[in-house]
């Protein structure tokens, strides 16, 4: 009965070796090729080994009644697990071990080929860089690899396969940056212009200096030192002293000589340095021989450009006095269209050049008699602004004084219904819209109206 026993105890141990020897085989070897042992990113191996290690523990426990070939066929099942826990498995594995679990005889032997074929493949791959550790789970770098700081400030295991040999060998991956002095980065050229102006724009200078800048403007064709010097004779303007030293050293024509340039800019410098120039009364009797050539240009280039405010500047001044106001009477219907047309400041500087005109009662008859558009009346709203509301009164102010001063009341016929006679006098909607006005919210535009419409 003992050995009986004995002979049913080992034959439990062999069946129950079979059975876990089966479940290691479709677990094992059931797994995706494409599978890899260490990956950077995903950390799970360890769990995995020490899952597969527990696993057999289990195996081992539950077979512990079995004896002889059982004890030593649980050990080759520890010895699996470890390596299974490192070693990519792969259909050429598969062939090989059960072409050599088939020559033996029984199913012990089959066992124990099976594991050494397995033994001889993970340590062909363990030498190539990786290594398991033991049943723990835990993973060991390759000797001839440092321990850098890696992600998250720890060391990285050595990766399998051919990236690790790699890294093993001392091989570089991808190209090498070289360490060696930087080639010089190409030079860019600079472009240098030459400039010889001797002179800051804000010097106030004496009339040796002032020569030697206008000689410099009328010898040189550059506009960048054209600017430049327009700039320092216009400042150099705004004293009195100066103004008639420039004029003495026959400035004036060499400045104006500038007028006809195509270049906006250099226009613009013109027109303020004779507009500095031309608060002296002898510098006007200079300027005048330019003013309808400013005027023109004035007229014709881009509305409410800096161009056309700084020529509207110069004529305002020109016309501050009656010498020069008829040199512009043949411009009076494209002065009230420019004030219809042009934005906010555009309005106000023309209408301050109307005014000067009608201050002149010499200057009335072609006021009176110059079309004028009808939206001209829309000028006279409490939507404007204080300024052009004042201007606009001031305007419609003085052209009725000069009609009744003149005796211009009763010579309606020889004025046309497009006239600016007809829109301030004989339509009676500019005095409406006046009227409308007395209620303003602004105190100093409602006593100008009231001012207006005590002398109708």
Same mark, same amino acid.
């Given at each position: 009965?003992?050995?009986?026993?004995?002979?049913?105890?080992?034959?439990?141990?062999?069946?129950?070796?079979?059975?876990?020897?089966?479940?290691?085989?479709?677990?094992?070897?059931?797994?995706?090729?494409?599978?890899?042992?260490?990956?950077?990113?995903?950390?799970?191996?360890?769990? $995995?080994?020490?899952?597969? #290690?527990?696993? +057999?523990?289990?195996?081992? =426990?539950?077979? @512990?009644? &079995?004896?002889? %070939?059982? /004890?030593?066929?649980?050990?080759?099942?520890?010895?699996?697990?470890?390596?299974?826990?490192?070693? $990519?498995?792969?259909?050429? #594995?598969?062939? +090989?071990?059960?072409?050599? =679990?088939?020559? @033996?005889? &029984?199913?012990? %032997?089959? /066992?124990?080929?099976?594991?050494?074929?397995?033994?001889?493949?993970?340590?062909?791959?363990?030498?190539?860089?990786?290594?398991?550790?033991?049943?723990?789970?835990?993973?060991?770098?390759?000797?001839?690899?440092?321990?850098?700081?890696?992600?998250?400030?720890?060391?990285?295991?050595?990766?399998?396969?051919?990236?690790?040999?790699?890294?093993?060998?001392?091989?570089?991956?991808?190209?090498?940056?070289?360490?060696?002095?930087?080639?010089?980065?190409?030079?860019?050229?600079?472009?240098?212009?030459?400039?010889?102006?001797?002179?800051?724009?804000?010097?106030?200078?004496?009339?040796?200096?002032?020569?030697?800048?206008?000689?410099?403007?009328?010898?040189?064709?550059?506009?960048?030192?054209?600017?430049?010097?327009?700039?320092?004779?216009?400042?150099?303007?705004?004293?009195?002293?100066?103004?008639?030293?420039?004029?003495?050293?026959?400035?004036?024509?060499?400045?104006?000589?500038?007028?006809?340039?195509?270049?906006?800019?250099?226009?613009?410098?013109?027109?303020?340095?004779?507009?500095?120039?031309?608060?002296?009364?002898?510098?006007?009797?200079?300027?005048?021989?330019?003013?309808?050539?400013?005027?023109?240009?004035?007229?014709?280039?881009?509305?409410?450009?800096?161009?056309?405010?700084?020529?509207?500047?110069?004529?305002?001044?020109?016309?501050?006095?009656?010498?020069?106001?008829?040199?512009?009477?043949?411009?009076?219907?494209?002065?009230?269209?420019?004030?219809?047309?042009?934005?906010?400041?555009?309005?106000?500087?023309?209408?301050?050049?109307?005014?000067?005109?009608?201050?002149?009662?010499?200057?009335?008859?072609?006021?009176?008699?110059?079309?004028?558009?009808?939206?001209?009346?829309?000028?006279?709203?409490?939507?404007?602004?204080?300024?052009?509301?004042?201007?606009?009164?001031?305007?419609?102010?003085?052209?009725?004084?000069?009609?009744?001063?003149?005796?211009?009341?009763?010579?309606?016929?020889?004025?046309?219904?497009?006239?600016?006679?007809?829109?301030?006098?004989?339509?009676?909607?500019?005095?409406?819209?006046?009227?409308?006005?007395?209620?303003?919210?602004?105190?100093?535009?409602?006593?100008?109206?009231?001012?207006?419409?005590?002398?109708?």
């Amino acid at each position: 009965m003992g050995r009986t026993r004995d002979a049913g105890c080992v034959a439990a141990g062999v069946v129950i070796g079979a059975g876990a020897c089966y479940c290691v085989y479709k677990l094992t070897w059931g797994r995706d090729e494409s599978e890899k042992i260490w990956d950077d990113d995903d950390e799970e191996c360890s769990d $995995k080994a020490e899952t597969w #290690v527990g696993t +057999e523990k289990e195996v081992k =426990a539950d077979a @512990g009644a &079995g004896a002889g %070939a059982g /004890a030593t066929f649980q050990a080759d099942v520890v010895v699996k697990a470890e390596v299974d826990s490192g070693v $990519k498995r792969g259909p050429g #594995v598969k062939a +090989e071990a059960l072409l050599g =679990a088939q020559s @033996g005889g &029984g199913l012990e %032997a089959k /066992a124990k080929a099976l594991f050494n074929t397995l033994k001889e493949q993970a340590s062909a791959k363990a030498g190539r860089g990786t290594r398991v550790g033991a049943s723990s789970g835990t993973r060991t770098l390759a000797s001839s690899l440092p321990c850098p700081g890696g992600r998250g400030g720890g060391c990285h295991p050595t990766r399998s396969g051919a990236r690790a040999g790699n890294r093993a060998s001392g091989k570089p991956k991808g190209k090498v940056k070289s360490k060696g002095p930087k080639a010089p980065a190409a030079a860019v050229p600079i472009r240098r212009t030459k400039f010889n102006f001797p002179y800051k724009i804000d010097d106030i200078l004496g009339a040796t200096d002032l020569q030697k800048v206008l000689n410099i403007l009328e010898r040189t064709n550059d506009p960048f030192i054209q600017e430049v010097a327009l700039v320092t004779l216009g400042n150099n303007a705004a004293y009195s002293f100066n103004q008639n030293a420039i004029r003495e050293l026959g400035g004036v024509p060499i400045i104006a000589k500038l007028i006809k340039t195509k270049d906006p800019i250099i226009r613009e410098k013109t027109y303020n340095a004779l507009n500095n120039l031309s608060v002296n009364a002898e510098n006007q009797g200079k300027i005048k021989t330019y003013i309808s050539q400013v005027c023109d240009d004035t007229m014709i280039c881009r509305l409410d450009s800096a161009v056309q405010m700084a020529g509207l500047r110069l004529l305002t001044n020109m016309t501050v006095t009656n010498h020069y106001q008829h040199l512009l009477s043949y411009s009076f219907p494209d002065f009230f269209a420019l004030l219809f047309l042009g934005n906010h400041f555009t309005k106000i500087q023309i209408m301050k050049l109307i005014i000067n005109f009608t201050e002149n009662p010499a200057m009335t008859r072609e006021l009176l008699s110059c079309k004028v558009p009808s939206e001209l009346i829309s000028l006279f709203n409490k939507e404007w602004d204080r300024e052009i509301l004042l201007n606009i009164l001031t305007i419609f102010e003085n052209i009725n004084d000069n009609i009744k001063n003149e005796g211009f009341a009763s010579s309606r016929k020889e004025f046309s219904r497009s006239s600016l006679f007809f829109l301030f006098k004989e339509s009676g909607v500019c005095v409406k819209k006046i009227k409308t006005l007395a209620n303003h919210n602004d105190m100093v535009v409602k006593v100008k109206v009231l001012k207006v419409l005590t002398k109708l």
